[in-house]
């Protein structure tokens, strides 16, 4: 019986500050960090369960520490136990009323859970010979509905209702998986849209996305707004008046101000505002789509929990709704969203870039499509062309989709190399 | 010029789970513990200032990561200026890009700051030989304003408005400090109330709490109804009638639950209901607050940031505000809390217990009954007769009164020796 022997923590850090990659109105200059875990049992085949958190840069190591905290209760286990009720072992994690005390449910304890479940679903992944997203497609509605936890939900979905739309979405699995297989997953770029790329950059890499297939792609804003306004027009001389343009300002402004300013860009025909104010303020978020529409308000790259998605739900504060593979306590959490948004019919469009998120995330999005809302429309998971080279298993990303991942596992594993190389204190 | 020559963080833990002290429907078996922070200067007076972030154990370590992380952001600063600027200094920790990324401003690493603000705070009272609550009283509006951050708050609260309740308050300070230090502040104790007490010890305490001169206990609850309704009985029956009962639910229910189990309870006259759940339900709270009225709901102990708190008076979520010393990034975000409230007219009810807790939120609940809200109509602080001996100012606490304390600082400073005896790892 095959037990986990050692959790490894690593604090991986990429110096993507020299460059400006990823550079918003907010974060001017991140350095793409993976608070990074291996799982290890004493197993035959070898298989380590691989995932992370994803930080931008400082209190990577802060984030490891909590990472570490969590080893004495996963080693020991007897594994096949252990993955077969990765429900309970979430439960066990997040509810743990000392480790509760932190967030509750948010910020870097309630990250560290994610990371290690995260690892839990590769691992089982490997196990099953499966891309996670496969094996997550195969599992029956009694199944999914096990791995959620409905604590805090229940006015918004009960697990009767969670079972109802996972078996609606049943009968036509097997097509549209065969169709995922055949089309891909839609996807936008944000690659062209940092702040720190200049004019001249900007327009070179919109007219690449164009070229490469995508029909949406993201300019970053709320700097400044005459170049907000310059860099838009800039864009959509480039792109053209058929692909899709969305903004996004990083939780950049007060209310008050969000209205005004995304008032100012209406004429460049926006797609969607992202993260116009706090990721907190569903109140705000609310007040805000209200005065924009008909643009839609997008938001959830920085969702503490599955609490705060279920009000952006009920207050109608969002309308595309932006799932993130690390923030949330892994998989388990993000298919409690998932369900929530098929309850409300808000259509998933994942954050992704930073290191590793595209990997990671495009397995849950393509579960939705296959298992929960059996949708793709109107649904598009993000692409950042960096840092791929890194993993394992990077993202095929051909003709603006993503083409589903075929090698067993969740997709966060890095290369060895790569954690030797960039990580920090070893 | 004296400067910071460095920070010490202490993992400090007491065995508080041994006596079932703090037990609650979410917290069976807490360890009241504290990620300690002293900062030194090379000052010739040879203070430092002290603070903490109060956990309840297992976690306490990373606690302490991360305030070690912040050690580098002050070391070498001129402590003068520093202490001149906390506005500033602030708005450098919370907003500082990658950091924020780890919450944001939520969680372990929004605590930290608050640790370290805190200690800020305490330095620069023990330099200007007051204790805290009469140093902020003793502030202009204006250099109150500048201590807070008002993004994200102006569409609730505006710089301007906050001036307008400051300078409205400001003619009655000197009559309202003068009868603080005659009369003290409201208490309630939550000494009787523990899940863990047997019958026998909840009656006593309970007798013993009305024989104190307390005007209101609180008993927790959530575990289970039955074990709630005869608890509630007997607590009224040692109290009598017009002793005010409040109860305490720990976030153990959903909304439906909350709405049905609180309905229950109601016969026992009930003073409020406290997190009845997920503290970040700002939406669940506001239903639930309609469905029991005209019992009000206060929350406020997990609540994570200012935003929040903004979001549950938008909402009518709560009537009454439970401020807590170190969930927020500390006495500046504690501030802009207080200004919130009253602008919209909502009680403050420090949270307060734990360890430090009561030492360190009357400060802040002082000032504001001199100089923001201007008054204790309807306000008192929690009150736990737990851990106070391991302070070098303990709280005074008589007649069912918190007596203002005398001594420079604020109020954070544990004894050297408890310190060392409950320190891990040192």
């Given at each position: 019986m095959p037990r986990f022997l050692a959790m490894h923590?690593?604090?991986?850090?990429?110096?993507?500050?020299?460059?400006?990659?990823?550079?918003?109105?907010?974060?001017?200059?991140?350095?793409?960090s993976a608070a990074y875990v291996r799982l290890v049992t004493d197993a035959d085949d070898g298989l380590e369960g691989h995932g992370f958190v994803f930080t931008i840069g400082r209190g990577n190591d802060v984030q490891v520490a909590a990472l570490q905290l969590l080893e004495s209760r996963l080693v020991g286990r007897d594994v096949a136990e252990t993955l077969d009720d990765l429900g309970g072992v979430w439960r066990e994690l997040v509810h743990d009323s000392q480790l509760r005390w932190l967030g509750p449910e948010k910020g870097v304890m309630h990250m560290a859970i994610?990371?290690?479940?995260?690892?839990?679903?590769?691992?089982?992944?490997?196990?099953?010979?499966?891309?996670?997203?496969?094996?997550?497609?195969?599992?029956t509605p009694e199944e999914i509905v096990a791995l959620v936890d409905f604590r805090y939900l229940t006015d918004a979905l009960t697990p009767d209702e969670a079972l109802a739309i996972l078996r609606a979405a049943e009968p036509g699995r097997a097509a549209?998986?065969?169709?995922?297989?055949?089309?891909?997953?839609?996807?936008?770029?944000?690659?062209?849209?940092?702040?720190?790329?200049?004019?001249?950059?900007?327009?070179?890499?919109?007219?690449?996305?164009?070229?490469?297939?995508?029909s949406q792609i993201k300019l970053k804003v709320g700097g400044d707004l005459a170049d907000d306004k310059r860099r838009l027009a800039i864009a959509r001389e480039a792109i053209g008046p058929d692909i899709q343009l969305a903004i996004d300002a990083n939780q950049r402004w007060d209310v008050p101000d969000a209205i005004r300013w995304i008032e100012a860009l209406r004429p460049y025909d926006i797609a969607w505002v992202e993260?116009?104010?706090?990721?907190?303020?569903?109140?705000?978020?609310?007040?805000?789509a209200r005065a924009i529409a008909p643009?839609?308000?997008?938001?959830?790259?920085?969702?503490?929990?599955?609490?705060?998605?279920?009000?952006?739900?009920?207050?109608?504060?969002?309308?595309?709704?932006?799932?993130?593979?690390?923030?949330v306590a892994g998989v388990n959490e993000n298919i409690a969203i998932l369900l929530l948004a098929a309850k409300f019919g808000v259509r998933v469009c994942p954050h992704a870039g930073g290191v590793g998120l595209c990997e990671a995330v495009q397995h849950l999005a393509m579960?939705?499509?296959?298992?929960?809302?059996g949708t793709t429309e109107g649904r598009m998971i993000e692409f950042v062309d960096h840092l791929h080279e890194h993993f394992v298993t990077p993202v095929d990303v051909r003709d603006g989709h993503y083409y589903a991942?075929?090698?067993?596992?969740?997709?966060?594993?890095?290369?060895?190399?790569?954690?030797?190389e960039y990580s920090r204190g070893e």
């Amino acid at each position: 019986m095959p037990r986990f022997l050692a959790m490894h923590a690593h604090d991986v850090r990429f110096p993507t500050s020299q460059t400006l990659d990823g550079s918003d109105a907010m974060n001017p200059d991140p350095d793409y960090s993976a608070a990074y875990v291996r799982l290890v049992t004493d197993a035959d085949d070898g298989l380590e369960g691989h995932g992370f958190v994803f930080t931008i840069g400082r209190g990577n190591d802060v984030q490891v520490a909590a990472l570490q905290l969590l080893e004495s209760r996963l080693v020991g286990r007897d594994v096949a136990e252990t993955l077969d009720d990765l429900g309970g072992v979430w439960r066990e994690l997040v509810h743990d009323s000392q480790l509760r005390w932190l967030g509750p449910e948010k910020g870097v304890m309630h990250m560290a859970i994610g990371g290690v479940v995260n690892a839990l679903w590769d691992l089982r992944a490997k196990r099953a010979g499966k891309p996670l997203w496969q094996l997550l497609a195969s599992l029956t509605p009694e199944e999914i509905v096990a791995l959620v936890d409905f604590r805090y939900l229940t006015d918004a979905l009960t697990p009767d209702e969670a079972l109802a739309i996972l078996r609606a979405a049943e009968p036509g699995r097997a097509a549209r998986e065969a169709r995922l297989l055949d089309e891909g997953y839609p996807a936008y770029t944000t690659t062209p849209g940092w702040l720190g790329y200049d004019d001249e950059k900007l327009a070179r890499l919109c007219r690449e996305a164009v070229a490469e297939g995508f029909s949406q792609i993201k300019l970053k804003v709320g700097g400044d707004l005459a170049d907000d306004k310059r860099r838009l027009a800039i864009a959509r001389e480039a792109i053209g008046p058929d692909i899709q343009l969305a903004i996004d300002a990083n939780q950049r402004w007060d209310v008050p101000d969000a209205i005004r300013w995304i008032e100012a860009l209406r004429p460049y025909d926006i797609a969607w505002v992202e993260e116009p104010t706090s990721p907190d303020d569903i109140l705000g978020h609310a007040a805000i789509a209200r005065a924009i529409a008909p643009i839609p308000v997008a938001t959830g790259e920085h969702g503490a929990n599955r609490v705060l998605f279920k009000q952006l739900l009920q207050a109608e504060a969002l309308s595309v709704l932006q799932l993130d593979a690390t923030r949330v306590a892994g998989v388990n959490e993000n298919i409690a969203i998932l369900l929530l948004a098929a309850k409300f019919g808000v259509r998933v469009c994942p954050h992704a870039g930073g290191v590793g998120l595209c990997e990671a995330v495009q397995h849950l999005a393509m579960f939705d499509g296959i298992a929960v809302s059996g949708t793709t429309e109107g649904r598009m998971i993000e692409f950042v062309d960096h840092l791929h080279e890194h993993f394992v298993t990077p993202v095929d990303v051909r003709d603006g989709h993503y083409y589903a991942p075929k090698a067993p596992g969740a997709g966060t594993e890095m290369l060895p190399q790569s954690i030797l190389e960039y990580s920090r204190g070893e």
